[in-house]
């Protein structure tokens, strides 16, 4: 199985940015997802990372580097709706048909 | 386009009770995969089926069961229910059986007393 790890809370006001940290161990990797989910809705799709460094989509990025079994997701002129769980999942390369996740990190945005 | 449906939304059943959890994919997804997610926790992987095939199994006893239809809806079927699967279930499709996104259903709470 994989462990994977990221911070249980985070708070930042409007505007500012904030990096979610996520750390994993798998035998194969094949591949890093990070989710939104609002409180009491489904995960969306943010981003995927499989080859190593950042990736831009508007004001999320994500980084992957993979000799450190680490990733960051990197949210940029925060907003209050952005205000979340955000969930690292990664992909095994012996179980490709599911993803593990993480618990989330919450994010608060403050005004 | 429809996205991922699932129904019921909530449930309340009793222990020892058994349940049944709908979902229907995206038009033209063949995978369905089932996901458990205990409050304060991430989704933990249950079943994926793939072209009416079961193709994984998470670390589920056997109390939970799962099958896919001709047309890609899928059913999860849980037995002799315990108060720990409490739960929010999300069914999530996508196109290929190792695609790079799935998306998720707005899940089913049960909620066992």
């Known amino acids: 199985g994989q462990n994977i790890d990221q911070p249980t809370e985070m708070t930042a006001t409007e505007g500012a940015i904030v990096q979610i940290n996520c750390t994993y161990q798998t035998s194969g990797f094949n591949g890093l997802f990070w989710y939104q989910q609002h409180a009491g809705e489904a995960p969306t799709f943010l981003s995927y990372?499989?080859?190593?460094g950042l990736e831009e989509k508007g004001r999320f990025s994500s980084f992957l580097s993979r000799s450190k079994g680490y990733s960051y997701l990197l949210l940029k002129e925060l907003q209050m709706k952005d205000s979340a769980s955000y969930l690292c999942a990664v992909r095994d390369r012996g179980n490709d048909y599911k993803l593990s996740f993480g618990a989330g990190t919450t994010v608060t945005v403050r005004a | 386009d429809a996205g991922v449906t699932q129904s019921p939304t909530h449930l309340i059943k009793t222990r020892g009770q058994h349940v049944t959890l709908r979902c229907s994919p995206i038009s033209g997804h063949k995978s369905v995969s089932w996901y458990q997610q205990v409050l304060g926790q991430g989704p933990q992987f249950i079943f994926q089926y793939y072209e009416k095939e079961e193709r994984g199994r998470g670390n589920f006893p056997d109390r939970f069961s799962a099958r896919q239809f001709p047309n890609y809806s899928s059913e999860l079927n849980v037995n002799a229910l315990l108060l720990g699967d409490s739960a929010l279930y999300l069914c999530a499709s996508s196109s290929g059986q190792f695609n790079t996104e799935a998306f998720f259903g707005q899940g089913t709470r049960l909620t066992v007393v």
């Open positions: 990372n499989v080859l190593d």
